[in-house]
Each structure stands twice: as C-alpha cells, then as structure tokens.
C-alpha cells in the first residue's frame, strides 16, 4: 500500500490573519512527521500519535499545551487513539497537567486490558507508566486566559453555542501494511464545567478506525458529536458504498441539521483514498501522500506541495 496521513487541526469560527500561517505552518510540520514514519516503514499508529503529539505540543491548537481553560481557569485535556487491525484501542479524560493525552491513551490502549480511563485513575496510571507531570501553569497560555476572560464577560450576550470553540487536533493514517489508525486529542471548550467530557475520548465519536472500511478523526461541537456517534456513522455511510465525500457530508448534514451542530472530518479508506470536510468556518488540514502535501484552511483552499 501508498501509505496515507491526514491530520486536522479543529474546526473554527474564524482563524485571524496574525495566527493563520503559524497554524498552517503547524499543521503542515504534523503532517511531515507522521508521513516520514510511514514513508520509513512504521506503522499507522505511531504515524498519528505522532502527528498529534506534534499539535499537542504546539501552543496554537487546543490541545496539550494549547488548551482552552475550564470555568476554574485550568486545563483538563481528552484523548482518544484506535488501532483498525484489531479495534484496540485506547482513551483519557480530563487528564491535568501532563504534555501529551495522546501518549497516555496508547499506553491505555497497549498496557491495559481498559479501553478508556479517567482523571484520578488515568493520572495514578500516568505515574506507573513513568509520565512525567508538568506544572499546570506550563499547559496555560495569555491566549486562553484571555479567551477565558473574554467568554465570561460574554456569556449574558445571545450567541450560537454550537459556533464556538471547536477546536480538537486529529490525525488519520494508512500504512504500507494496509492497517488503518486514528487519534484525536483535545482541551475541550472555553468555560466548560469541571469534568466535562466531550466527543473526543469517545470511541466512535471522536474517531473511529477499522481495516475493513478505514479511519475518521472528528473536530466541532463536542455534544452534537457525542449525540450522532458522528465517526461510526460516517464510516457506515463509507459500509453502504458511498464515497468519502458523500459519507461525510451525509452525517455531517445530519449533525448540522438535527442539532444546529458544526464540525469536520478527516478520512482515508482502506483503499487509500482521503477526504476532509466540515460545515464550520475553517478547519486546518493536510494530508500526505505519493510525495506529495495537500494543505488548507478555508473553504476551496487547497495548497498541493512535493514532499522533499
């Protein structure tokens, strides 16, 4: 097989024109990374744990130490992470004060006979594993706590809730060997209440992967998502013979008009196809393959670059 990565780097409302190349520039890095892993004969998974610890380590995203701030101000991050060869799989919720969610859930996912652990037990986990803890105050940006601020302030004014804050990283890949993975972290939502847990750790709603049909990595608003299992329904559009495109813009219709509800998907087929879409504003993307990186941002933006 031609391997394959896509990653995207969440839905948004709007992406302002002083952070827009530092974002294409990130997602763009992401997507090398993982595609040198496959391209230099490793595997699906590791392409995207890597691609998305990559995001989670780049301050312009929300996730790892980019993340937005709960009602509290502090950062309670989610991941999720999916082998398609045999369905394992691995999850973390409103983990504190570590660099890298993703990592944890493939620990979850390799180490564990769990599939999804949270808080006070997947931070007990973290330290058996020997992952090491960071001070909260280094997850925290002047971004985010203005953001934070600025919710607050905002929080009386009339506003559509399924709008905002829809940012998650992911990343989705296919590798020589045919198998298929997904991973998808995130810090949530600006103001949210502690504990809350959106579709990201989610099997089946924040990704989903399996050899016989391919992967998805979802972004957007975390409760219309959890409610649609949007990832397992697009993969079973994907089952019923539509094409990529159909699938997602299928469910993400039925998201959007069900529940006023926005977001996007990144997709690859077992075949090697890949498709990205979404009904918010933007969504960074890129994706790798035959040597060459397709990138972009807005709606009919599309960069296509060789891959030196």
Known sequence: MNPVIVV??????SISKDRKEQVRQGII?????????LTDGGSAVDAVEVAVAFLEDHPEFNAGCGSVLNVNGDVEMDASIMNGKDLSAGAVSAVRCIANPIKLARLVM??????????????????VMGVPT???????????I??????????????LDCQQDLGTVGAVALD???????????G???????????DTPCIGSGGYADNDVGAISTTGHGESILKVNLARLTLFHVEQGKTLEEAANMSLGYMKSKLKGLGGVILVSKAGDWAVKWTSTSMPWAAAKDGKL???????????????
Do not use: W
């Open 29 to 37: 890095k992401a997507a090398e990374a993982g595609y040198k892993i």
């Open 176 to 186: 020589c060997k045919g198998n298929v993975a997904y991973a998808t972290s995130t």
């Open 188 to 198: 949530g939502i600006v103001n949210k209440m502690v504990g809350r847990v959106g």
């Open 8 to 13: 995207h780097g969440g839905g948004a409302s």
């Open 146 to 159: 203005k953001r934070l601020e600025k919710e607050k302030h905002e929080k009386g004014a009339l506003k």
């Open 110 to 127: 390799e180490k564990t006979a769990h599939c999804f652990l949270t808080d006070q037990g997947a931070a007990k986990f973290a330290a």
């Open 294 to 308: 397709h990138s972009g941002i807005d709606l009919d933006e599309t960069n296509i670059t060789d891959l030196a």
């Open 134 to 144: 960071i001070p909260k105050e280094q997850l925290v940006t002047e971004r985010n």
